[in-house]
């Protein structure tokens, strides 16, 4: 069964950089979609990037030019490099692996941006 696992989410002021990294197992990373999500407070949970087997990238508005979303195949490893954060970026964070009818998502990391 595939299983994916965050981390790297944690509190940083304004203007700071996180990089979160979402490690799966059990399946073979290259053959999926692969996506951040993150949830705010009160809000629905959104899409924050994404990165497809082929390596097409997209980006929410909200976050193009600040985040970068890019992954390791041999690693099994997606990433979210974060620059310029700002407050409204603190939400939980979920990765998302999908590939036909099968998908996967893991169990979150918090990221708190305040001063």
């Known amino acids: 069964q595939g299983q994916l696992v965050e981390s790297g989410g944690g509190l940083v002021q304004p203007g700071g950089s996180l990089r979160l990294s979402c490690a799966a197992s059990?399946?073979?990373?290259?053959?999926?979609?692969t996506s951040w999500y993150r949830q705010a407070p009160g809000k629905e949970r959104e899409l924050v990037a994404g990165i497809t087997s082929a390596g097409t990238t997209k980006y929410a508005d909200s976050v193009k030019d600040r985040f970068t979303i890019s992954r390791d195949n041999v690693k099994k490893t997606l990433y979210l490099q974060m620059n310029s954060l700002v407050p409204d970026d603190t939400a939980v964070y979920y990765c998302?692996?999908?590939?036909?009818?099968?998908?996967?998502w893991g169990q979150g990391t918090q990221v708190t941006v305040s001063s």
């Open positions: 998302s692996a999908r590939r036909y009818s099968a998908g996967y």
């Open positions: 059990g399946i073979t990373l290259s053959y999926y979609d």
